[in-house]
């Protein structure tokens, strides 16, 4: 398969190392807006996008209008989330983003929702998320912070919304902390008086990341709609 690296940069570096190792091509590694190469010549079969916030948008609707299908784990920029769907479907493109691509965090989502779901009804308990990165990391807090937020806002009616650092009782708060090196690490955590309930995940490396990308680039070639990785996750299943 042809791959488009959009972002050159940690996650970059990683998911090249990954997709040459299954045998796949990178044709094209890229640190800039895409809008000047010339990308029908280069018969890229997916792109793969891990840039920044400001740039993930453009990047993403620009291949969508070249009928290039698009992997983005880039976090950050999700108000466009809906817009850019509809650009994919109009140009009847291919699409899946995920705040994250690792087997482990996907694992650890559907726990996180099992939880929420038996917690719901147990109002002694008050629940928290605090995410840990490397001192790198532009957005705050973390895309898979927001996530793990957002499903137990749809377990729980009564938490309304999350707030960076404090939070009304109807709101989770989120705590992001940035330490020198570290990967990425997630807790959820549930309170009460008599006891406390913890679940974690902590990333060894960006190695789960790289290879969750390039396993969803592998489903999305020659497929056209929007995906999530319970899809792609679903399809090594049945295999
Ligand atoms: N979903 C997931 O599983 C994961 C998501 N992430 C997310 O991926 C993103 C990238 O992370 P990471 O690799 O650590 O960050 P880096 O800062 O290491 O890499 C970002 C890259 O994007 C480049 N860039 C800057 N402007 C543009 C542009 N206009 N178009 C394309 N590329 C551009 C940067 O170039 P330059 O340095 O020259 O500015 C850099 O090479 C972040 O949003 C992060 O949160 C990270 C890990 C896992
Ligand atoms: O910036 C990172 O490094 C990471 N970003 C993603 C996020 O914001 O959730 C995923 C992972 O935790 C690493």
């Known amino acids: 398969m042809k791959i488009a690296l959009l972002g050159y940069g940690r996650m970059g570096k990683a998911i090249e190392e990954i997709a040459m190792n299954r045998g796949h091509e990178i044709v094209l590694k890229v640190s800039e807006d895409i ?3 010339e ?3 280069l018969e890229i079969d997916v792109a793969i996008d891990f840039s920044i916030p400001s740039a993930a948008y453009k990047n993403i609707t620009t291949c969508f209008e070249n009928g290039i ?3 983005s784990g880039t976090t950050g920029w999700l108000d466009d989330y809906e817009k850019a769907k509809k650009i994919c479907d109009k140009n009847n493109s291919g699409f899946i983003y995920a705040s994250n691509f690792s087997l482990g965090v996907n694992v650890f989502f559907e726990l996180n929702k099992k939880l ?3 917690m719901k ?5 008050t629940v928290e998320i605090e995410e840990i990165h490397h001192m790198q990391k532009l957005d705050s807090p973390s895309g898979t912070a927001i996530s793990l937020a957002q499903q137990i806002i749809e377990k729980n009616s009564k938490l309304k919304g999350w707030q ?3 939070a ?6 989120i705590f992001a902390k940035r330490i020198k090196d570290v990967p ?3 807790t959820v955590t549930y309170d009460s008086t008599i006891d406390k309930i913890e679940i974690i995940h902590s990333a060894k490396s960006r190695q789960g990341f790289a290879l969750g990308a390039v396993v969803a680039a592998e489903y999305l070639k020659d497929k056209t709609g929007v995906f999530t990785m319970k899809d792609v996750l679903s399809s090594l299943f049945e295999n």
């Open 39 to 41: 990308l029908d010549k």
């Open 116 to 118: 929420a779901d038996m």
């Open 69 to 71: 299908p698009v992997v």
């Open 168 to 173: 009304d009782s109807d709101e989770i708060p």
């Open 164 to 166: 960076l650092d404090h």
């Open 184 to 186: 990425g690490t997630h």
């Open 35 to 37: 809008a000047t190469y």
């Open 121 to 125: 009804g147990l109002e002694d308990y």
